[in-house]
């Protein structure tokens, strides 16, 4: 039996009928059209397709699309504003946090939570945060470095006040 | 990997949920933040017809004090238990084995109701639970049942929970001011499960353990408790001499599994060096 779902991806509003075993990843790509997000190991495990479902960053390959009926998504395609890239994309292009390319929009979905969760992380904490995040190239040392430059840029666009970390319940 | 059909039923409510799962007996599979059971339905290890989602159900998240426990609903994410003030302060073990589950989006849906259900022996909340001496409230047709952590987990993903019943509710008893826990998990890449691990607590007063709790994952087909190390301290000094002989024990009575990640006689060992760290590092300063 199909399901009718409804949900909002980076600001758009969509709906279609789905399988109930379809999964988030493959609507988001497929029914969706926003190949921006990837599919890697398609087994929880390397983040490829890691995006944001209400708030909180998901591996959509883990994630049923009937479970995000009514969900607020974004993806990759969501962070810039027009041609302004996010401070992530930017600090990934300068830092050459990237090679392939392939986990780039996963590290980056990642590497946003950990950023609002801690504004201000060591690179332990960068390690960490981005450990549910596989780099087959295996640049991470200039992932780690492009994090730390995008928590610079936006700490310094948010002005003075760093705000604490969010989401501690 | 695309599991196989399934009809898809998103209730609101525990009764609902209950209902559904009546009617459909086995064929059904109840979804919590679906990180144990997506997975197993995408290798087709798990094909259940019906997968009845209690997602939705509201009042089933949430971490609160009670009369001498702190009680946690069912859907409580493994995030929410890792940044919790309240679980920090009274479980630190709790929270510990929280930031070690997974990796943090894993976190961020996973529940620990659902892990406790999946009865994983290599699983992080079981050992825990079994440590800690919970108590699990489950609803079936015939209403509320109260279920002992040590009656909880049967055998390899195998818990007491009956196909048509809904764990609700996992209840921890509060420990006394000042104890310490903490979770040692030994894996080869920080996202695997555990070869494996050691859940401690302890409190300490006038250097003697007055309360000691040790319990073991993956050492066997169910978390078990390391009786022998609690027995060898419980009322002891906790000195660094009574640590390690106690320690010593941690594997005494357990049948350890063979697998890729190491044979048993390795995993005793991991066990005695884990007991013996975490006992140092929860003495440390006292």
């Known amino acids: 039996m199909r399901h009718r779902v409804a949900m909002t991806i980076n600001g758009t509003q969509y709906e279609h009928e789905v399988e109930p075993r379809t999964l988030l990843v493959y609507y988001i790509r497929e029914q969706a059209g926003l190949t921006g997000t990837h599919i890697g190991c398609d087994t929880s495990s390397c983040g490829a397709c890691t995006v944001e479902m209400d708030g909180h960053s998901v591996k959509s390959c883990t994630v049923f699309a009937v479970q995000a009926d009514g969900a607020q998504i974004t993806t990759i395609e969501g962070l810039a504003v027009g041609s302004q890239l996010h401070p992530l994309q930017q600090a990934f292009w300068d830092e050459h946090g990237l090679q392939c390319g392939y986990c780039t929009p996963g590290m980056i979905m990642a590497a946003k939570q950990l950023l609002e969760r ?7 904490e960068i390690r960490l945060g981005i450990e549910g995040n596989l780099c087959r190239c ?17 700490a310094a666009q948010a002005g003075k006040e760093v705000k604490a970390p969010a989401a501690v319940s | 990997m695309i599991p196989a059909s399934f009809d898809y039923i998103a ?3 525990v009764p609902e949920a209950v209902a559904e799962l009546a009617k459909h007996g086995d064929e059904s599979k109840l979804l919590a933040g679906g990180h144990s059971l997506i997975p197993l339905m995408k290798l087709r290890l798990s094909t259940p017809s019906f997968v009845v989602d209690i997602g939705r159900v509201k009042d089933l998240n949430y971490i609160r004090r009670t009369d001498g426990h702190i009680a946690f609903g069912a859907l409580t994410t493994h995030h929410d238990i890792e940044f919790s003030d309240l679980v920090k302060e009274q479980l630190p073990l709790l929270a510990s084995a929280a930031s070690q589950i997974g990796d943090p989006q894993v976190r961020n849906r996973g529940t620990m109701g659902g892990a406790a259900a999946h009865a994983d022996p290599s699983g992080d909340y079981p050992t825990c639970l079994l440590t800690l001496d919970a108590e699990f409230d489950v609803v079936g047709p015939n209403g509320r049942r109260v279920i002992k952590a040590s009656d909880f987990f049967v055998g390899t993903f195998t818990s007491a929970l009956q196909p048509d019943e809904v764990l609700t509710e996992i209840r921890v008893p509060a420990p006394p001011a000042g104890t310490r826990g903490t979770y040692l998990k030994f894996s080869r890449r920080s996202q695997d499960w555990a070869i494996v691990a050691v859940a401690a607590q302890a409190t300490v007063k006038d250097r003697k353990f007055q309360e000691i709790r040790i319990g ?12 022998a190390v609690e027995a060898a301290l419980r009322g002891k000094s906790a000195d660094a001499d009574t640590i390690r002989k106690a320690a010593e024990k941690a ?18 060992h991991l066990a005695t060096v884990l007991t013996r760290r975490a006992l140092e590092q929860l003495t440390a300063g006292r």
């Open chain 1, 138 to 154: 295996t640049g991470y040392q200039n992932i780690v470095k492009a994090i730390e430059t995008a928590a610079r840029t936006m």
């Open chain 2, 251 to 268: 594997a005494e009575g357990t049948d350890p599994p063979q697998d890729l990640n190491g044979s048993p006689d390795y995993r005793r």
């Open chain 2, 216 to 227: 073991l994952t993956s050492m066997g087909g169910t978390p078990l408790r390391a009786s």
């Open chain 1, 118 to 124: 801690n504004p201000k992380p060591t690179e332990q």
């Open chain 2, 11 to 13: 209730v609101k409510t």
